[in-house]
């Protein structure tokens, strides 16, 4: 089965800054694909960002990069040039191509608070 | 752009009820989603599905639940008798082949 592990609870961050949201996967799957995405205070679940296993480059969607490093499982998002805006909750998530559960599995979450 | 849809965006009932939650999927999309999520915790799968049928559906998916699309657009899903653990944002998503999953903005249902 696979796991997503978000281990930071809470991040802060002064606007303007970049900041690194971190996210680790464990999967027997050799297929699969990463997601990110973010939850704001009004609830709604937002796309930001998707990387393939076998995409050989990181993700960039605007101020957002996925940093993929896959011999350690980890797909870091990176939010540069922080905006108020983007205080939300981070969810980082997962799915198989083969076996497994095809639907999303999530980590945890970040909460990241962007500071004046 | 196209969105997801769900209804009611609030959903009050009490315990012992059945409540249906309404999703209107982006239109060309072929897989289908309901996920979960209990105030202050991680999203959790519900169930998929797929040409009309159930594709998966996780442990919580219990005898209680159960999904529908009764036309080409509506996609239902039904609890029979409520409890008050069953409190939650429920979301529905849906995708096309090999796209991310776009969500809804859940519908937040309350158990009394």
């Known amino acids: 089965a696979q796991k997503i592990t978000q281990t930071q609870p809470g991040m802060f961050v002064q606007e303007k800054e970049a900041v690194t949201l971190d996210c680790t996967y464990d999967?027997?799957?050799?297929?699969?694909?990463l997601f990110w995405y973010k939850q704001p205070s009004s609830g709604e679940m937002i796309f930001l960002i998707y990387?393939?296993?076998?995409?050989?480059q990181n993700a960039t969607e605007g101020r957002y990069s996925l940093n993929f490093q896959k011999a350690r499982k980890s797909a870091n998002l990176v939010i540069s040039a922080s905006q108020l805006g983007d205080s939300a909750m981070y969810f980082c998530a997962m799915r198989v191509a083969f076996g497994g559960r095809r639907a999303l599995t999530f980590g945890s979450g970040t909460r990241l608070q962007v500071q004046p | 752009e196209p969105e997801v849809t769900q209804t009611p965006s609030h959903q009050v009932t009490q315990m012992g009820q059945e409540v249906i939650l309404r999703c209107v999927p982006i239109s060309n999309h072929l897989y289908f989603y309901w996920y979960r999520q209990i105030l202050g915790q991680k999203v959790e799968f519900l169930v998929s599905?797929?040409?009309?049928?159930?594709?998966?559906k996780s442990e919580i998916f219990d005898d209680q639940f159960s999904v529908e699309r009764p036309d080409g657009s509506n996609f239902t899903l039904k609890i029979r008798s409520t409890k008050l653990e069953d409190s939650a944002m429920y979301f529905c998503a849906s995708r096309d082949s090999n796209q991310p999953q776009h969500f809804g903005d859940g519908t937040r249902l309350s158990i009394l």
């Open positions: 599905f797929y040409n009309n049928e159930i594709s998966e």
């Open positions: 990387q393939g296993s076998y995409d050989e």
């Open positions: 999967t027997s799957d050799q297929s699969y694909g």
